[in-house]
Structure formats: C-alpha cells, structure tokens
C-alpha cells in the first residue's frame, strides 16, 4: 500500500511563526503537492514539485514556500503564519506517467493559527 | 492553467435513485481525468479515471463520461446508497513527467433513506 503521511494531524501557531508542514511517501512517486481544502472551495493546489528541488506555483502560493531535499519528503513552509491560513492542509503524491497516475493523499493537517 | 468547474456544490437524493455530477475544463491538453471521493474525516481516494482517449468508463455503479469537444465530464451514480453519502471531487491534469492536478470545488451528496 502507498503510503503518505504528514508530520502532524493538528497544529496551533501563533500569528507571526515559522510553521513547517511535513509529509513523506514511500512509494518513490516523482510527483509531491500540496493542497489546502476550505469549505465550498475544494481543494487549492498550493504547490507541487516533480523531482528532488524542482518545484512549480501552484493557484495559491503567496505566504508559502516549499523544499524538497530528497525525493521521499515534500515541506510546506509558512514564512509567517497569518489568521487567513488557518485551514486543512493535505499532501499527496503521484507517478507522473504510465498506467497508473493515481494520486495519493495523506492524513491532513488541520492547522489553526491565533 | 487549467481551471475546473464542478457543478452542483450539494445534491441530495433518494436512495435507490442515480445522482449525476458535472464538470468542465479549460485546458485542451488535459487527458486524464479522476474522480476523488471524501467521506467524513478520512483522505480523498481515487474512485474511478477517465483518460482522453475513452469515452465512458463503468465501474459497478460508478461512471464517468467524457467529452473532450465540449471540454466536459460527468460522475454518474446508480442505485445510490447511503455509503455514497461523501464530498465528490472531480480533477484534470495532463499525463507527462510534471503536471498539477487541478480539482473542481466538491460536491457534496447526501442520500436520503
């Protein structure tokens, strides 16, 4: 079974912090994303990254950046929690090509921040 | 970039009847399309993918219909149950070495007994 998980199942930061979200597959998929999902809105590609330190903007990435050292983890990083980021916030991974592009999700962090 | 519209954002139905969920693309190069679905408090799963190639795919109860002139595809579900009770997400991305996933907004179906 693929299996992706993330750092923390709940977070609380205060406004103004430093806030990293983890989240780490073990199916050695090329392709990592990072999505938040709010009411009525679906789920937002923040952004995603196709090889180790290759990354792309997704529709929503102003007030994050992300890294990706090694091709198993993928991190989220809010340079400086805002009260507008509080939402939940899911990572995924997929294979790029072949008969099989299923993506697939971790957990999710619900992250509040006050 | 691609931008996906999912139409209705809730849909009740009876059990027993089919509910049917719509969504359009803007990209043309699109050529793969899934459908995710997301039950209380668990991570959205895969439930069924149509690529640009095929027309209709049937799984069981599930079905998805594609047509690429138009830029539409639809999640159609017969003989509902109240296990179909969840948030649908329709998705577009192209197959290739470095693509995003873009998802539709959610449905949320709820089946009445």
């Known amino acids: 079974d693929v299996k992706v998980t993330q750092s923390s199942r709940y977070l609380v930061k205060r406004t103004g912090e430093k806030v990293f979200l983890e989240c780490v597959q073990d199916m050695d998929h090329e392709n990592m994303f990072w999505y938040r999902q709010d009411p009525g809105l679906g789920l937002r590609l923040i952004y995603f990254s196709y090889d180790v330190k290759m990354k792309e903007k997704g529709d929503i990435p102003e007030g994050y950046s992300v890294s990706r050292e090694k091709k198993e983890r993928f991190s989220l990083i809010l340079e400086s929690a805002s009260t507008n980021q509080t939402s939940m916030y899911l990572c995924?991974?997929?294979?790029?090509?072949?008969?099989?592009?299923?993506?697939?999700f971790g957990q999710g962090t619900r992250l509040t921040v006050v | 970039g691609e931008n996906v519209e999912q139409h209705p954002s809730t849909l009740s139905v009876q059990e027993g009847d089919s509910a049917v969920i719509k969504c359009t693309y803007s990209?043309?190069?699109?050529?793969?399309f899934p459908w995710y679905k997301q039950e209380l408090g668990k991570r959205p799963q895969l439930i069924i993918d149509?690529?640009?190639?095929?027309g209709e795919k049937k799984d069981q109860r599930i079905a998805v219909t594609l047509n690429k002139t138009a830029k539409h595809f639809s999640l159609h579900i017969t003989e509902t149950q109240p296990e179909d009770s969840a948030v649908y997400f329709c998705a577009a991305s192209i197959i290739s070495s470095a693509s995003k996933i873009i998802f539709g907004s959610g449905t949320r179906l709820s089946i009445r007994p």
């Open positions: 995924a991974s997929s294979l790029p090509r072949g008969s099989n592009t299923e993506a697939f």
């Open positions: 149509i690529r640009s190639n095929v």
């Open positions: 990209d043309s190069a699109s050529n793969y």
